[in-house]
């Protein structure tokens, strides 16, 4: 059964750091580009950043030189860093396929993990 496990958010103090990490059960991991989304309180889901299988990556304008979004293909696992966080960064953070959010995606959504970022 393939699934999608994300961990490493928590509190931190705005300007503070974390590194998320999401870790996908079954074998296609390595065939897929793979993205980073998050919703926050009653809002819509939204990409964050994306890492194709060659590793190139795309991010929002809003994270942009902030977050920086990496792989590891032999632990099929997805790790999102975050640096200079702000109290907007505050959501449930989630990670799957690219355009995850437009087409379906390849993983169930996971149970994601917090990130609150206080001022």
């Known amino acids: 059964q393939v699934q999608l496990v994300e961990s490493g958010g928590g509190l931190v103090q705005a300007g503070g750091s974390l590194r998320l990490s999401c870790a996908a059960s079954g074998s296609i991991f390595r065939l897929l580009d793979m993205g980073w989304y998050r919703q926050a309180p009653g809002k819509q889901r939204e990409w964050v950043s994306d890492?194709?299988?060659?590793?190139?990556?795309n991010y929002a304008d809003s994270v942009k030189g902030r977050f920086t979004i990496s792989r590891d293909n032999a632990k099929s696992t997805v790790f999102l860093q975050m640096e200079s966080l702000k109290p907007e960064d505050t959501a449930v953070y989630y990670c799957?396929?690219?355009?995850?959010?437009?087409?379906?995606?390849?993983?169930?959504w996971g149970q994601g993990t917090q990130v609150t970022v206080s001022s």
């Open positions: 799957n396929s690219v355009r995850a959010l437009s087409y379906r995606p390849a993983f169930p």
């Open positions: 890492i194709t299988r060659s590793s190139s990556t």
